[in-house]
């Protein structure tokens, strides 16, 4: 049975929604990363990066949320274009992997200099909340005028995106944050409606991660730190 390895984060919760989709079997092994399990050996022998999700399906091991979407939906034959030439799957490709290198990162600087990084942080918040902005804009704009983003066809796009839709408010900040997104609120409310959505949201009750985020777990989910603490 494939093996899948989650937290509560975003990037798990693609992988949670494409499983269900899909109705594949699978066992959800958590990763407490709060606990510092990411750095556990036989976890690293998985993924090197120490991240999760990643997922063992057989003689096959894939880590990094959005090549594990790919690798599932290419290997069902479902939720992505199969044929290699064609426009879709370059747009497909496209908008992947535009939410892996900006979306993911850009949002994910925006949540950590907006509500953990310690003062003085002015320039940095003020850098990450704009580019967090100018790609989900980006993804604002694209959607007013198609359905998925690829047109009339739900794919691995869309639930590589609402990993991160879910989360926008706190992402941004402000209480006007759906009033500038409307299009991303509308996909956004459509993928959640889906029992395969919903089914994933559920599996965040299935374990009881750490929730504090106390000294341990600080050192363990931002260990750059520890380089200031030796250099004072």
């Known amino acids: 049975m494939l093996k899948f390895f989650y937290n509560a984060a975003p990037n798990p919760m693609k992988i949670a929604l494409l499983l269900e ?5 699978y066992e959800a092994i958590p990763v407490d990363t709060r606990k510092g399990q990411q750095f556990e050996a036989a976890f690293l022998a998985i993924n090197p990066n120490a991240k999760v999700p990643a997922i063992v399906d057989g003689e096959v091991t894939v880590f990094d949320s959005n090549a594990i979407l790919l690798y599932l939906a290419d290997r069902a034959k479902a939720f992505a274009p199969s044929d290699m030439a064609s426009a879709e799957r370059g747009q497909m490709l496209s908008w992947l992997m535009f939410i892996a290198s900006g979306i ?3 949002s994910g600087q925006s949540v950590h200099f907006r509500h953990v990084a310690p003062e003085p942080k002015e320039y940095a918040l003020n850098r990450y909340d704009y ?3 100018r790609h989900w804009k980006i993804i604002e704009a694209h959607l007013s005028k198609h359905t998925y983003f690829l047109g009339e ?29 409307p299009q991303v609120k509308r996909l956004l409310d459509a993928i959640s409606a889906r029992p395969a959505a919903q089914r994933a949201e559920a599996l965040k009750t299935k374990h009881a991660f750490k929730t504090e985020l106390d000294a341990d777990a600080r050192k363990f989910m931002f260990p750059a730190n520890e380089r200031l603490k030796s250099a004072g």
């Open 21 to 25: 989709e899909l109705g594949l079997p």
């Open 104 to 106: 993911g990162p850009f």
């Open 131 to 133: 580019e967090a902005h």
């Open 153 to 181: 066809h739900y794919s691995i796009v869309d639930m590589a995106f609402w990993g991160w839709a879910r989360l926008l408010p706190y992402v941004l900040g402000g209480d006007n944050v759906w009033s500038q997104y």
